[in-house]
């Protein structure tokens, strides 16, 4: 509660009901995939797309701050398994289509003895960083006339149910949002789109949650924050995992 409270501090009053139109960027070029090119009128909200954005779960590459406590190999498992629970919790949820942005593309050699469920759209992360991947996806889906919910595949606390809460909160917010005990979030749920939103954050830090959080009260954008999540990232944040998955622990 007292990050929570933090976070509303620096905001200000960001439950403000104001809202304010979509900042759609002009480039076509970020509209391609899906058939995203119509920026013209208002496209009515039809579903929740939720977005999963995921590394593939390659030794050395995946969870490398966990390496030196798991080993490569070991760190490599336990991003698979937090990966597959991530999307069957999405796929749970029945809130509308699933889409896995991967990193690298899913036709690569790291994705070929990764066994992924039916019934997803997979498409590729794309260049730029964090911020510029999340913001393509987003938009092209907004555009499209969905409401988006981004999530990574970090959080041991990712359930159908948390998705499905998420979902609803956007029929009534122009935004929700899910912070992490480190300072970043682990849901970002949108229903209108502005890159400023994704711009100009120093991922992967301590500040990006209220950074996000002053950029939706600067849009005037009304938003609901959820209840503080944890993610796996380093060594300490081990002891999170559920008993289930203690076989990935062992060094």
Known sequence: HELRDHFWATLGDARCLAHHPADVAATLGLLARRGCANTGGTVPMK????????KAPLAGFAKTRLIPV???????????????????????????????????????????????????????????????RMARAAQCAIAGGERVVLIGTDCVEMSGELLRTAAQALHNNDAVIHCTLDGGYALLGLRQFSDFL???IPWSSDVVASMTLNKLGQLHWSVQVGAILHDVDEPQDLKLLPLYWKSYVAA
């Open 47 to 54: 579903t929740t797309r939720i977005l999963i954005f995921a």
């Open 70 to 132: 798991l080993g490569a190999e070991g760190a490599a498992a336990l991003a698979q398994q937090m990966l597959l629970h991530t999307v069957q919790a999405a796929l749970d949820s029945g809130v509308g289509t699933v889409e896995l942005c991967v990193t690298p593309a899913i036709e690569e050699a790291a994705w070929h003895d990764i066994a992924l469920p039916q019934g997803l759209v997979i498409s590729a992360q794309g260049s730029g960083d964090l911020g510029a």
């Open 198 to 200: 994704f711009r100009d």
